[in-house]
């Protein structure tokens, strides 16, 4: 049976601002991840996680720019369903709670960032292919089979 175009990811103004209001709270959790690296030993010293600080910025920019102009960033190119993208970053944001090194911190991040950059492209193919990325950097952690 084939999929209904509703059923396809960010088909609505309210798809859009569901998973921009999603990467919103993730950023919460990343701020949340980069303070505590900051504060550890191992750290002390190190720009990386004031770095990725940056990144955070970036990401919670970008969910602000599609809350923002939701009704603009509609998609109607996009195969995968709603729910995949839900998914992705839900696990993404468990993920980065468990995080037990600052790189796997920063591949999640960095793919975040991507991701949320190609919902503003007109090409579906950079979507599907950045979603695929993200899915594999949320399995870092060996946790999630997200298909």
């Known amino acids: 049976m084939e999929m209904q175009m509703e059923d396809n990811a960010l088909n609505t103004e309210q798809q859009v601002r569901d998973v921009a209001l999603l990467m919103m709270r993730i950023c919460g959790d990343i701020h949340e ?36 102009e939701a009704g603009r960033l509609i998609r109607k190119d996009l195969k995968q369903p709603q729910q995949a993208i839900l998914d992705t970053l839900q696990a993404s944001q468990v993920c980065i709670e468990s995080a037990d090194s ?30 695929a990325h993200l899915q594999q950097s949320a399995q870092l952690n060996g946790q999630f089979d997200i298909a």
């Open 33 to 68: 991840a980069l303070r505590k690296a900051s504060s550890e030993r191992q750290h002390e010293g190190s720009a990386l996680p004031y770095a990725l600080l940056t990144e955070e910025y970036a990401l919670r920019s970008r969910a602000n720019i599609l809350i923002i």
């Open 102 to 131: 600052i790189e796997k911190l920063a591949e999640l991040i960095n793919s975040l960032v991507l991701f949320s950059n190609s919902l503003m492209s007109k090409d579906g193919n950079v979507v599907s292919y950045l979603l």
